[in-house]
């Protein structure tokens, strides 16, 4: 008999969790004014909200951190995690921040200025912001399978090279600072990018004079999909492949909180001296001295610790394995969901589940109520509420897709609370008809709304 497939780890520690009712979760998620961001961890049974920093550490991390050194300049933790990512990903330059945006914050706040042009592949929600709110423009130049749930491409996070040669011919170089190839590519479904598309991005921008940033957030994940997709790759290692992952990158933005397995944390990575001269100012005044920027000694070396078991086979197979499993689950229960599945998450096509609610209505959304009232599953809405009004109409800009994210946070749960959450999923399917009236906003903030917004249901 073949022996099945276990985790890679055990546990030596763990948390208590508590099941709710539904008369309570019904209570509580109307307190919350309908935003799922609003409940109290404790009134979740599995929370699926994001992988951000969620993740469970080793007793490796855990026993780097009492090695800690605090020191304000030169500390010993910003030394070993500068090794660790200049033999990771290759760049001789790093400046530390607290979390992804504000290496983005830094990055861009060098780098992006008022008017410029700044293509990509489906920007993630922080990265578009910084954008926007430096009043540019983010071009989404994904290839257009990306946007049909049910194509088996295998590299959905690619860049179509034709949408880019466009963008970059249209204008001028000084007012395209940089392309970013997001590795995964959270916003179309954690979709991995071929390996051949990041050398033909790169080559590209080097023909138009114009520098590649990678969004490394889950760039192992990314990784472990061309080992397993990608022809030539299966006899690499996971640290083989980011290696030549990050020959087609000139700088990279960080957020450590996924694929570091560190509950917080950021980094920039460059290969320019001159570009770290310039962005070290910016950190200084927005994150902290270079040496630690917005980061504890203990939590430098927990990441880089991290970095290195992240970049593991073993780890990435249990990770992948566990989301497909999950995703699997749902599509024997005749639930549509995007394939094929994503990295850190399985995305519920949220239209096709619920037809009767409008998108004007927030269906994503209030597919990841019901889910909530039904199991105490906390999910997130990927949808008209997160992408938000455009800049100069400030009409709503409704997106191709209604998503509900379940993502997966690293090494916490098992395959029993996947069965839970996958159950849950398929009582709300069964009683899909019944659901017929979404919600309205009643207050949202001028940008980044989702987070905050206070809904009510629709009469
Ligand atoms: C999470 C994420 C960010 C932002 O990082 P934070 O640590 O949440 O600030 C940027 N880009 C991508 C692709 C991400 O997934």
């Given at each position: 008999?073949?022996?099945?497939?276990?985790?890679?780890?055990?546990?030596?520690?763990?948390?208590?969790i508590r099941?709710?009712?539904?008369?309570?979760?019904?209570?509580?998620?109307?307190?919350?004014?309908?935003?799922?961001?609003?409940?109290?961890?404790?009134?979740?049974?599995?929370?699926?909200?994001?992988?951000?920093?969620?993740?469970?550490?080793?007793?490796?991390?855990?026993?780097?951190?009492?090695?800690?050194d605090?020191?304000?300049?030169?500390?010993?933790?910003?030394y070993?995690?500068?090794?660790?990512?200049?033999?990771?990903?290759?760049?001789?330059?790093?400046?530390?921040?607290?979390q992804?945006?504000?290496?983005?914050?830094?990055?861009?706040?060098?780098?992006?200025?008022?008017?410029?042009i700044?293509p990509?592949n489906?920007?993630f929600?922080?990265?578009?912001?910084?954008?926007?709110?430096?009043?540019?423009?983010?071009?989404?130049?994904?290839?257009?399978e990306?946007?049909?749930?049910?194509?088996?491409?295998?590299?959905?996070?690619?860049?179509?090279?034709?949408?880019?040669?466009?963008?970059l011919?249209?204008?001028?170089?000084?007012?395209?600072?940089?392309?970013?190839?997001?590795?995964?590519?959270n916003?179309?479904?954690?979709?991995?990018?071929?390996?051949?598309?990041?050398r033909?991005?790169?080559?590209?921008?080097?023909?138009?004079?114009?520098?590649?940033?990678?969004?490394?957030?889950?760039?192992?994940?990314n990784?472990?999909?061309i080992?397993?997709?990608e022809?030539?790759?299966?006899?690499k290692?996971?640290?083989?492949?980011?290696?030549?992952m990050?020959?087609?990158?000139?700088?990279?933005?960080?957020?450590?909180?996924?694929?570091?397995?560190?509950?917080?944390?950021?980094?920039?990575?460059?290969?320019?001296?001159?570009?770290?001269?310039?962005?070290?100012?910016?950190?200084?005044?927005?994150?902290?001295?270079?040496?630690?920027?917005?980061?504890?000694?203990r939590?430098?070396?927990?990441?880089?610790?991290?970095?290195?078991?992240?970049?593991?086979?073993?780890?990435?197979?249990?990770?992948?394995?566990?989301?497909?499993?999950?995703?699997?689950?749902?599509i024997?229960?005749?639930?549509?969901?995007q394939?094929?599945?994503?990295?850190?998450?399985?995305?519920?096509?949220?239209?096709?589940?619920?037809?009767?609610?409008?998108?004007?209505?927030?269906?994503?959304?209030?597919?990841?109520?019901?889910l909530?009232?039904?199991?105490?599953?906390?999910?997130?809405?990927?949808?008209?509420?997160?992408?938000?009004?455009?800049?100069?109409?400030?009409?709503?800009?409704?997106?191709?897709?209604?998503?509900?994210?379940?993502?997966?946070?690293?090494?916490?749960?098992?395959?029993?609370h996947?069965?839970?959450?996958?159950?849950?999923?398929?009582?709300?399917?069964?009683?899909?008809?019944?659901?017929?009236?979404?919600?309205?906003?009643?207050w949202?903030?001028?940008?980044?709304?989702?987070?905050?917004?206070?809904?009510?249901?629709?009469k």
């Amino acid at each position: 008999m073949e022996l099945p497939f276990a985790e890679s780890y055990k546990m030596k520690m763990v948390e208590p969790i508590r099941r709710s009712t539904r008369m309570e979760r019904e209570q509580w998620i109307s307190s919350a004014n309908y935003n799922l961001f609003n409940l109290k961890s404790d009134q979740v049974f599995i929370d699926l909200l994001t992988d951000s920093g969620t993740g469970a550490m080793s007793d490796r991390q855990w026993a780097a951190m009492m090695l800690g050194d605090e020191s304000y300049a030169g500390a010993s933790s910003y030394y070993n995690l500068k090794n660790a990512i200049e033999k990771i990903f290759g760049f001789p330059y790093f400046l530390p921040t607290h979390q992804g945006r504000a290496a983005e914050n830094v990055l861009f706040s060098t780098l992006v200025k008022q008017s410029d042009i700044v293509p990509g592949n489906s920007h993630f929600d922080t990265t578009k912001g910084h954008i926007e709110f430096r009043k540019a423009t983010a071009v989404d130049c994904t290839i257009d399978e990306a946007f049909d749930i049910d194509s088996p491409h295998l590299f959905k996070g690619d860049i179509d090279l034709e949408k880019l040669e466009n963008v970059l011919r249209a204008h001028p170089r000084e007012s395209i600072p940089f392309i970013i190839v997001t590795v995964t590519c959270n916003s179309s479904g954690g979709q991995p990018v071929s390996m051949k598309n990041m050398r033909e991005v790169y080559a590209m921008a080097l023909q138009y004079g114009i520098p590649v940033c990678f969004d490394s957030a889950r760039f192992a994940e990314n990784a472990y999909f061309i080992k397993l997709r990608e022809e030539g790759y299966r006899d690499k290692s996971i640290k083989e492949i980011v290696s030549e992952m990050y020959t087609y990158a000139d700088m990279t933005t960080m957020s450590s909180k996924k694929d570091g397995i560190v509950n917080m944390g950021g980094f920039i990575g460059l290969r320019s001296e001159e570009l770290f001269r310039r962005a070290s100012t910016f950190n200084i005044m927005f994150e902290g001295y270079i040496t630690y920027g917005g980061m504890s000694g203990r939590d430098m070396n927990a990441l880089a610790t991290g970095l290195d078991e992240g970049t593991e086979f073993e780890y990435l197979e249990t990770r992948i394995r566990q989301v497909e499993y999950l995703g699997n689950l749902l599509i024997s229960y005749g639930i549509p969901i995007q394939k094929p599945i994503g990295g850190h998450a399985v995305f519920v096509d949220a239209k096709a589940f619920l037809p009767k609610i409008k998108q004007e209505e927030y269906v994503a959304q209030t597919l990841a109520i019901e889910l909530y009232k039904e199991a105490g599953v906390r999910g997130v809405e990927i949808g008209t509420l997160l992408a938000d009004r455009d800049p100069l109409t400030r009409e709503n800009r409704y997106p191709g897709l209604e998503l509900l994210r379940l993502a997966i946070p690293r090494r916490v749960y098992t395959n029993n609370h996947m069965d839970v959450v996958a159950a849950g999923l398929k009582n709300v399917w069964d009683r899909r008809n019944e659901i017929t009236r979404g919600y309205n906003i009643a207050w949202e903030a001028p940008i980044m709304r989702h987070f905050t917004v206070v809904l009510e249901k629709t009469k």
